[in-house]
């Protein structure tokens, strides 16, 4: 974890302070089942909740100390709460492994971890849509291979964004509802000394789902599809990212990463105003992406279980889910900000002399009645020059002056043939496809 | 693709003649479609159609030899089609862009590969279920950390296999869904020269969804997502596997991959029976998660599309596909005639003299009435001897001649604890959870 | 591999025929030195190489279809050696393991592999090299973030090039050098059944070293070791590639990918002209990034071997190699016959006015006696109208317009701060250090 | 970063703090050079020679308050230092541009990481080394796929496993090669404003190489392959990871990390000590690999440099240096205090009966002039009854009573084909090859 790359709502997830009380939460409600059940005594869970209901401090240092004797955080935990609640607290835990406490722990924060992302990815989204509709027709080029092909609206990049995050959020809700189990099975998973109705009821407090077949842990292969999916997500994030690298570049400039308007360039040159929003989102993407590998090789526990994943946890658990709120967050900033320029976007469209458009001419010749062979070569002649002349010729002149062309086509209709609206038809109907 | 690892079925998916017949059928739809719209003439689609229902033969070589010329793959096969069909065949194609046709076509690919993965699954999945029913209450000693822990059954190690794979046939569903679309609409996707009517009807003749907005190309956020979605199955592959191959392991041998009876060992040494099919399935679990990182990374492509995921998709397409398929058969095979040894399991089982069973001990004395201290003494200095015998020495009958214990215990009652159905009674009950 | 982005003489390595091929010489090398030390007669090496000086045709099917008997590719190629060698070739393979044979053979076509990637890369840097010499003085804008810095060379962009390739080769000579090993060592490596003589012995006649200790098979941190670099070459790759899809953007075009003088844009469009082949160079890179993965999780493999590294190398030994060869002599084609554009170059440099000179102007009024903050005031003040003026205005007219700029600086004192040559003084030195 | 994998010296290198030292020592010796070439006067860097001797504490909280004003990182360090130090200061970081510092100190930082890896190193071949000799004869079975094959030393494993780091050590002498490299060369590389003198003495006071071409940036090939070797490294710990995890299994128990005299067991049962120092390594191992992967990717940037590498850097450079020095230390202390069981490998070696010597006996009595295929049977016939038996039989007596053998073979021939000192004959030479 990054500092500089973190939010505090989500950094919170993961500090000790925020664990413990999920592992309180686990412990007070496994007890009152069990105290239902008449395996302890009613009363043990009725002690912790009154605890509870003080809203106490938990002291981190003292939990910290006590497992610098006994070697165990769980333990240590326990005796702690002990402590603080007295005789009654030593019935928690009954017939309960260490992993039932800490599987279903990473299950909470990975559930409240993909709570915070759905916001983050609603969010985005809203804002998106906002500048998709704001440039629904503003027209600029299409690109394909980084050349100019035909033109689009800026909208239509945007609902192509939207569509994509869209999707995101749709992954992001499976991916939560793969990981959001409880397991509360004991030492193997075979429940043999704890009730499946504990696991139940816990599942149930805690919004989880119960596991249907734990082995001490919950298996892995839930984590490696959720960090799979936030791989995913960091590769859409790259991908507007890059679009908006590519924008601001000086000789496209056709947006810009925010900046306030007393706002100095970086040195006596005005025009230095870099995209380092996006680049910095580049390279987190590449993070969160590296971040899945090691939960898929974590699948493959020995047995019942190995610990092996359990020191790759301690990173990405946090990492992947701190970095991805933060760049979601940082995305939005830029989506909602961005300087957006139209004339730009114009002149560039417009630096091909109207290239774009020939291949509507080579159509209208030949149902015009010319040969397709001959309209190639008249088309393709004017275009050279046109091309030759790095923008300063433009198409529609010299096509105007040409004789073979004016034989067939009347300058109404030459001029319909460059069009820019023709290109944005069905623009309506691909925003209802995206946002309805 | 390595062929020893290729099935026919799954191959031949990607077979060049395979692929021109998808570009076929897609062609021949939408001219259909063009034909309803007035765009072409009704009779042109009718033409493709009653030659294709004469089942002509794909001369690949000839539509090669086309290509050689043309530089163009698409232009190579229309060129190739028009010889065939006559002159109704230049109405194919209208409006329509190389890519349309392309990415199209990779989705269905994608999504037959992945109906033939569902069905591997499928038989994966019977075969694990047969296999656990088989041995629903077969003892043997659940392990954490490769150490003995407490007791399951084999049968309950089989269903945390078929939860898993249930889960994955789940995911595979899902990433089926995400790419299993179609897109027609033109150089960058605005459907200038192309009715979105037209890639509804190919859509929904070839059992695809629509594209709701594309960019010459179908967004590549989708075949991320599937191939992060088969590198998440090949790790639970994995799991099994390495799971095989430490049962085989010779100090273990609790199962065994199958041998045919008059098979001889690998030498004179009949003990030489490698658990080769899982330790090859190991390798290519690494190999199909490996396909899923070049796929993240195509995502981000610039602007309306570049076409550096081309090369990248005509090595994972097959080879993550196929490599899959062949593992999920494979894996398939083992469990089906996997050898297991009951006898070995339960020796096994043994072998810590009953060590396993400790811990209910343990409780049974504190509940007795012995104080917590005392009770884990008592236990450790017996459980000590167990130990150090090396499986010559049984707690139960140290315990039967330790005055403190039996002051406690009655014989009954210390027999009881080392009841290993007592472990398994909530068996049924998961068996319900897994396999309803 | 996929065939199309193979070439014959890599390729011809990892073909069966090839394989067999270093077999045999393994095989008799081994059976020379066997008669040496009189393990037996020396007459069977002498039959041996007799055979193998008529040139003889490996029959492959024949082979083939002995292995589909006896399950094993060694035995069965040994079986058809004797087949035409008669008698004596049954002292072949004396003590000697299968995993001897398989893993020097690995190392031999490895290390031939190497020899063709380092031509590769020598004609790769030759092309580099001269083209860099030939743009050593051009002009170009160098960019950091995208947007435009101060002036650099071409020669200067290329030789940065150079000096990574470089980098590279040095790199591949140490990866060679790493699996370039030769076992023979027995069973479980320790010659119990062959004398260490014999392993120095086939070591010397195949240019390899001995491998001071292998455990049936050569220890896989040398697999993963070379992998791993020739993933960074991909990256290197990729690095010159994405700078050309850069260069040859429609806003940018200040180089191109050749195409023939006849040769047609993609339609009507003479502008179409598409950086495939560094597109493709791209996705590439990608795959070649990700066969490292593999190798990586090889490394541990189970006590003296498991056999899951083979499934891997199966498919990463040739896919690598071959790509890595295709893609660095695609990469040498790109180089050598690039369009470079400098008055496009010069265009681009001069689109901001002058403004890329304006730090030189504040520090030379800053030494005339203008206080840092005037001085700052002044050039801001102008750089802001070029700026504004998307390329009309120079900065240089507007400077020697401004009373309080030419109070300070002659217009010969002016001018001299836009001489571009001043950014060129060190070049020289620069390509001293990165080519001599 | 994780606290609990993290050492002190290590992490003091990725500290503000640290950072800070480096960036004054950069910019100190810049000026000093400065003085000497006449740029600036030769006072400038005595005066901040003359407050670095005063040993200055870094007020890293006064320079974020600047810099929260500059929000320049680097200008808040100068404005911090010009305070301290007075007038002079002014003179620093003449023609440099950020870059310069930034990347040069991440030089001096992998450089001095590296140091400490290669400590780490020496310590733990040193400890390996140790416990080889302690165990050269130490016999034991060797596996292959997890199954008893022929005996082995314990030492040749650690042997082994000494090479195998002993080419590690190799190659991160290569890795801080690559990475120690000293640019100083201006806001695009070109020295425009440097004189390249500076680079040569700020490289050689700082022990670094001069980096020959560099483009603002120092070119990011020689960071993937640090990290990539690192990834390397990390592979090597998994694998003797793996070993210890297999040793320590219950059925086998051959050696187990160390525990204390008085440890308790992690509950009554006396057997439950876990591998978990090596589980918890194989998950680090995991950690390292996946960084290699971002840093592969940042060698792509765009044209001069953009800005993508920083945000991965912030995380891989501190994580997986300070990962894998925690995990190299954690692995020498575990092969340190390995408990080795010879007694329990001896107990697994006989465990098979004998049959490990089956193929030496069948050699014997084919050279005794029985027929191969009556051999394989005799011996065959027997070994079958030695494996049936699980353990009970053994091969050697059933050989001595089996009339066909007895033929053959006299006692004495017999029992010398069972002799483990057989198979260790050349431990001696393979010791000489390692550690010599």
Same mark, same amino acid.
């Given at each position: 974890?990054?500092?500089?790359?973190?939010?505090?709502?989500?950094?919170?997830?993961?500090?000790?302070?925020?664990?413990?009380?999920?592992?309180?939460?686990?412990?007070?409600?496994?007890?009152?089942?069990?105290?239902?059940?008449?395996?302890?005594?009613?009363?043990?869970?009725?002690?912790?909740?009154?605890?509870?209901?003080?809203?106490?401090?938990?002291?981190?240092?003292?939990?910290?100390?006590?497992?610098?004797?006994?070697?165990?955080?769980?333990?240590?935990?326990?005796?702690?709460?002990?402590?603080?609640?007295?005789?009654?607290?030593?019935?928690?835990?009954?017939?309960?492994?260490?992993?039932?406490?800490?599987?279903?722990?990473?299950?909470?924060?990975?559930?409240?971890?993909?709570?915070?992302?759905?916001?983050?990815?609603?969010?985005?989204?809203?804002?998106?849509?906002?500048?998709?509709?704001?440039?629904?027709?503003?027209?600029?080029?299409?690109?394909?291979?980084?050349?100019?092909?035909?033109?689009?609206?800026?909208?239509?990049?945007?609902?192509?964004?939207? @569509?994509?995050?869209?999707?995101?959020?749709? !992954? +992001?809700?499976? %991916?939560? #509802?793969? *990981?959001? &189990?409880?397991? =509360?099975?004991?030492?193997?998973?075979?429940?043999?000394?704890?009730?499946? @109705?504990?696991?139940?009821?816990?599942?149930? !407090? +805690?919004?989880? %789902?119960? #596991?249907? *077949?734990? &082995?001490?842990? =919950?298996?892995?292969?839930?984590?490696?599809?959720?960090?799979?999916?936030? @791989?995913?997500?960091?590769?859409?994030?790259? !991908?507007?990212?890059?679009?908006?690298?590519?924008?601001?570049?000086?000789?496209?400039?056709?947006?810009?990463?925010?900046?306030?308007?007393?706002?100095?360039?970086?040195?006596?040159?005005?025009?230095? !105003?870099?995209?380092?929003?996006?680049?910095?989102?580049?390279?987190?993407?590449?993070?969160?992406?590296?971040?899945?590998?090691?939960?898929?090789?974590?699948?493959?526990?020995?047995?019942?279980?190995?610990?092996?994943?359990?020191?790759?946890?301690?990173?990405?658990?946090?990492?992947?889910?701190?970095?991805?709120?933060?760049?979601?967050?940082?995305?939005?900033?830029?989506?909602?900000?961005?300087?957006?320029?139209?004339?730009?976007?114009?002149?560039?469209?417009?630096?091909?002399?109207?290239?774009?458009?020939?291949?509507?001419?080579?159509?209208?010749?030949?149902?015009?009645?010319?040969?397709?062979?001959?309209?190639?070569?008249?088309?393709?002649?004017?275009?050279?020059?046109?091309?030759?002349?790095?923008?300063?010729?433009?198409?529609?002149?010299?096509?105007?002056?040409?004789?073979?062309?004016?034989?067939?086509?009347?300058?109404?209709?030459?001029?319909?043939?460059?069009?820019?609206?023709?290109?944005?038809?069905?623009?309506?109907?691909?925003?209802?496809?995206?946002?309805?």
């Amino acid at each position: 974890m990054v500092p500089r790359y973190a939010r505090p709502p989500m950094s919170a997830i993961w500090e000790p302070e925020a664990r413990y009380r999920i592992w309180f939460e686990i412990e007070a409600h496994a007890t009152e089942k069990l105290g239902e059940l008449g395996v302890v005594p009613k009363s043990a869970a009725k002690a912790l909740w009154d605890w509870w209901a003080t809203d106490p401090k938990i002291d981190v240092p003292a939990i910290d100390a006590i497992e610098a004797v006994t070697k165990h955080d769980v333990i240590a935990f326990l005796t702690w709460v002990a402590e603080q609640v007295g005789d009654e607290a030593r019935f928690m835990h009954q017939g309960m492994t260490s992993s039932d406490v800490l599987d279903t722990t990473l299950a909470v924060q990975l559930a409240r971890a993909s709570d915070i992302l759905l916001e983050d990815l609603d969010l985005l989204l809203a804002a998106i849509r906002r500048r998709a509709e704001e440039h629904k027709y503003t027209p600029t080029i299409g690109r394909s291979h980084g050349i100019h092909a035909e033109p689009v609206t800026f909208g239509l990049k945007l609902a192509q964004a939207y @569509a994509e995050f869209a999707r995101c959020r749709k !992954r +992001l809700v499976a %991916a939560r #509802e793969e *990981i959001a &189990t409880c397991a =509360i099975s004991g030492a193997v998973g075979t429940f043999a000394n704890v009730d499946p @109705a504990v696991e139940e009821h816990v599942a149930e !407090r +805690l919004g989880l %789902a119960i #596991e249907p *077949i734990s &082995t001490q842990v =919950i298996p892995r292969d839930r984590h490696a599809m959720f960090f799979a999916t936030l @791989a995913v997500i960091a590769g859409s994030i790259e !991908r507007v990212a890059v679009e908006v690298r590519h924008l601001q570049r000086t000789e496209v400039l056709e947006a810009e990463e925010y900046f306030s308007p007393g706002q100095k360039g970086s040195s006596a040159m005005p025009h230095k !105003r870099n995209p380092i929003l996006t680049e910095n989102l580049t390279g987190q993407a590449r993070m969160i992406r590296a971040y899945a590998l090691p939960a898929l090789e974590n699948v493959a526990l020995w047995h019942e279980r190995d610990i092996s994943h359990s020191s790759v946890e301690r990173f990405i658990g946090p990492d992947a889910t701190i970095t991805l709120d933060f760049a979601l967050a940082r995305l939005t900033g830029v989506i909602d900000k961005l300087l957006v320029y139209p004339e730009r976007m114009q002149k560039n469209l417009d630096r091909m002399g109207g290239l774009v458009h020939s291949q509507r001419v080579l159509l209208a010749l030949t149902q015009a009645g010319v040969s397709r062979e001959n309209a190639y070569a008249i088309v393709q002649r004017n275009a050279m020059k046109v091309w030759e002349s790095d923008g300063e010729l433009a198409l529609l002149d010299l096509l105007k002056q040409d004789a073979e062309v004016t034989a067939a086509l009347s300058e109404a209709e030459l001029e319909e043939k460059f069009d820019l609206e023709y290109h944005f038809r069905q623009v309506d109907q691909v925003f209802e496809r995206v946002f309805d």
